[in-house]
């Protein structure tokens, strides 16, 4: 077995731990029993285990009604769908927001309902509403307004709102101030007033909380008889794209959020929704997607037109009912994702140049002219997965004032959310909100260095405490032997796995590298060989470069390692075959 507790420092310098239990599987077998270990292992009560086993909605979806406002927001939607209204719904440029807007229009339209989609241009107008868009929709007959994954902090936009006549529903996730804007209703689980029992579900997205919002309405509409005489609409078929905006959104998969894309993933093997069967066509995914694919292939695809094109691409994909346009907008998707990926790659090569000059800092805060707004946010991602601290990254001359947009994210621990909200409070930035993992921002040129160095300040003891005894958890360790398809299926069962419900990590070994060369640009590709005759393919994904990548691909001659990282299927060969995707590895003599 592998002495797990021995190793302090392995090749990336990490201490390998067990997350829970310490599960050892030698050959084939010993598969009995390993979901409900991995269960506990993540927490799960043992007599909570059933429900946990198969999450559905029947077991996790709380009634609506426990979240404030939901009852006026679900009445006055229901109002507006009786008296025929004309609705429109104003949703932010991700895939959060385009889900979102997508869920309420198609639930919408089978209620009679032609909903307009109004998605902001992130360069022209920037993040979240803006007042002059609210009260040009009502201008242009807009009878109701409804706001998704944006809104919570919209206190301007939202009085001009008011002040022209028009009435906004606010449903949004993101983090609220002790002063709520004025709206009609403001759905939002991370309200500060909220009960303990409803702002426990404050790891929803904001799709999440629209499917609420659609239960609710479903409701009020079925309690005043309005579908004697017609069918209600199939919120159930609508699940895919809750799945696809949690999973894209980096939202917690744990309780409901698991129950939904648990579900959702059904739906979208299913294929009902043409714009997305599209979309899985044009990514090249020659099977049923995964919860990773909603991650890594689907959502960025959506995430590519409000970053690089037309913000409104993904509504109309996911709201279409026409084959041949689904397969136009994926198409065109597909080439808007290939040109954010060179984008990208040219402003994370700068904002690594900056890096070294801020190694002292618990933040970084990188910045320069000329970097693309719609790209900050996956290379402060980038970044802070290659720092191991927290990264904003600000786009300076960001818009017409000459101010900078800055995007962040966070590690576990460390709510950068809330310290953003704190410091527009405190004067050091236009504009600002998130929540814990992730933020966005508006700052004057003037105040990146006060903002900085404030933001140094309030966060280093997280940071530190978020750092410390840094490790890497493993579920089981296995021999070469051990490493088989069907024990990649068992694994599978505890899923789906994301934010908060972490992937079964496995150490395999002892082994030799038979083979060990570059792919790609940067990944570390393996052949590792056991003691006992079985050998397996491994791949170092983003690895080249590192201390790992490199002792990998120089450093292991004649050595026996541990390799730990995710078991996966392999299924270009014949048939289906076992591959470790490698996260770190340790020498084994």
């Keep these: 077995m ?51 086993r198969r999450p559905t909605l029947r077991a996790f979806l709380p009634d609506p009604s426990i979240f404030r406002d939901m009852d006026t927001a679900a009445a006055r939607l229901s109002d507006a769908v009786e008296a025929g209204q004309a609705i429109a719904v104003y949703g932010d440029y991700d895939v959060d927001g385009a889900t979102s807007a997508a869920l309420l229009i198609r639930m919408l339209r089978d209620l009679g309902i032609a909903a307009r989609a109004y998605i902001p241009d992130r360069l022209l107008e920037g993040y979240g509403p803006s007042g002059e868009a609210l009260v040009r929709l009502k201008n242009e007959g807009a009878q109701l307004i409804i706001t998704v994954d944006c809104g919570a902090m919209a206190y301007e936009a939202l009085a001009a709102a008011a002040a022209a006549g028009a009435e906004v529903i606010v449903v949004d996730h993101h983090k609220c101030g002790a002063e709520l804007p004025r709206a009609a209703a403001l759905v939002n689980p991370n309200r500060l007033d909220e009960d303990d029992e409803a702002a426990a579900f ?13 239960v609710a309405t479903l409701r009020t509409l079925r309690g005043r008889g309005f579908f004697e005489r017609r069918a209600a609409p199939d919120l159930m078929a609508l699940l895919d794209l809750v799945a696809l905006g949690t999973v894209a959104d980096v939202a917690q998969i744990r309780g409901l959020n698991r129950a939904f894309v648990a579900q959702g993933l059904r739906i979208m093997a299913q294929r009902q929704n043409v714009g997305l069967a599209a979309l899985i066509d044009a990514s090249r995914l020659n099977r049923a997607p995964t919860c990773s694919d909603l991650g890594f292939a689907l959502g960025p695809r959506i995430n590519a037109a409000g970053r690089v094109g037309d913000a409104g691409l993904g509504v109309r994909l996911l709201t279409t009912l026409d084959a041949d ?46 970097w693309h707004p719609g790209v900050i946010g996956i290379v402060a991602g980038r970044i802070k997965e290659k720092s191991g601290k927290p990264a904003v990254v600000i786009a300076l001359e960001g818009d017409e004032a000459g101010n900078g947009k800055g995007s962040g994210r966070s590690i576990a621990g460390v709510d950068l959310g809330a310290a953003v909200i704190a410091a527009r409070e405190a004067g050091l930035l236009k504009a600002g909100g998130g929540h814990a993992m992730a933020c966005g921002l508006t700052i004057a040129p003037e105040m990146l260095g006060p903002f900085a160095e404030w933001l140094d300040e309030r966060l280093a003891r997280e940071v530190s405490l978020g750092r410390t005894g840094q490790s890497l958890l493993l579920d089981l360790s296995l021999t070469p032997r051990g490493l088989t398809p069907d024990l990649i299926e068992t694994l599978e069962q505890a899923g789906p796995f994301g934010m908060g419900w972490p992937g079964p990590r496995v150490a395999v070994g002892p082994v030799r590298l038979v083979k060990c060369d570059l792919v790609g640009t940067d990944h570390v590709r393996m052949i590792a060989s056991g003691s006992d005759g079985r050998s397996f393919k491994a791949i170092a994904f983003r690895a080249a470069q590192s201390e790992l990548g490199q002792t990998l691909l120089h450093g292991t001659r004649g050595r026996q390692l541990w390799l730990a990282g995710r078991a996966r299927i392999d299924d270009w060969g014949s048939r289906p075959a076992a591959e470790l995707h490698v996260d770190d590895a340790a020498f084994a003599d």
């Design 2 to 52: 592998i002495p797990v507790t021995a190793i302090a420092s392995s090749i990336s310098g990490l201490a390998w731990h067990w997350r829970g239990g310490n599960m050892e599987i030698k050959g084939e077998g010993g598969l009995d029993n390993l979901v409900d270990q991995l269960l506990l292992s993540r927490g799960v009560a043992r007599d909570d285990l059933e429900r946990q």
């Design 202 to 214: 404050g790891h929803l997205a904001a799709v999440g909380v629209a499917f609420l919002l659609g």
């Design 325 to 370: 346009e689904a397969r136009t907008i994926a198409a065109q998707l597909c080439r808007l994702n290939d040109e954010r990926r060179a984008i990208e790659q040219i402003v994370q090569e700068e904002a690594e140049a900056q890096m070294a000059a801020q190694h002292n800092r618990a933040v970084l805060v990188l910045a320069a002219r000329g």
